[in-house]
């Protein structure tokens, strides 16, 4: 099978007043196209730096992330931006929408970026919308919705570019459970009607073992946890 993403060899170092500290020590991953991948750690062990080098936002200090099978160049801010923008989704665990666009154009915000937005478009966040049980609230600001509401608008603009990976960095920490649990469940259908890799950092048990691969990060070393139940 073909890989979509691979880490191999990651170190990340951080110099501060009282030295360096080492985050990554040595990580390797692979994720294959369309697949789930669960990373758990304690908080501190490293899993949102690994995320962010993953999708371009950060780069290593040593090592290498290949998308299909091709390096992303760590020197290239042209070339990290481009695979941010085209081929990567993200969400958060704050939603990041803004507060003066409606729901529906929160979704559109990734599409402006590449240029003029189409009636298809238009069409396509609608259908997310629905999908997330929003459609009669697309025409309402941020301020206007739940916490709820308003990070399922967050998830389901990680999918509007149609990325070929979406990256969740603890979609659902701020939660309670059954709001929490409903998420999840929308995620998974979502990736699997668009057919994207979905690489998530998460403390829920109950997520992570949802994920075709469950992978630990302890001491700045990635373990494999096996298989889930995705």
Do not use: C
Not at 38 to 46: E, F, K, L, P, Q
């Amino acid at each position: 099978m073909s890989v979509l993403l691979e880490a191999r060899d990651l170190h990340k170092s951080f110099r501060r007043t009282d030295g360096v500290v080492e985050v990554l020590r040595g990580v390797d991953f692979r994720l294959e196209p369309g697949r789930t991948a669960a990373v758990t750690g304690r908080s501190g062990s490293g899993k949102s730096t690994l995320l962010n080098i993953l999708g371009g936002l950060d780069k290593p200090t040593t090592g290498d992330v290949l998308v299909d099978g091709v390096p992303l160049p760590v020197g290239d801010k042209n070339a990290r931006a481009r695979w941010r923008s085209e081929g990567v989704g993200f969400v958060f665990q704050f939603h990041f929408l803004l507060p003066d666009f409606t729901a529906l154009e929160n979704l559109l915000v990734p599409v402006r970026s590449r240029g003029e937005v189409t009636a298809a478009d238009r069409e396509r966040a609608g259908a997310f919308l629905d999908h997330m049980g929003l459609a009669g609230r697309a025409s309402h600001l941020p301020g206007e919705l739940s916490g709820g509401e308003q990070q399922r608008v967050a998830v389901a603009r990680a999918f509007m570019n149609r990325p070929a990976l979406v990256l969740a960095d603890e979609p659902f920490g701020n939660l309670d459970a059954a709001n929490g649990a409903r998420l999840g469940d929308l995620l998974m259908a979502l990736h699997r009607q668009e057919g994207v890799g979905l690489v998530l950092v998460t403390h829920d048990e109950r997520l992570a073992e949802r994920a075709d691969r469950r992978w630990h990060l302890e001491d700045g070393r990635l373990q494999d946890a096996g298989g889930g139940a995705a």
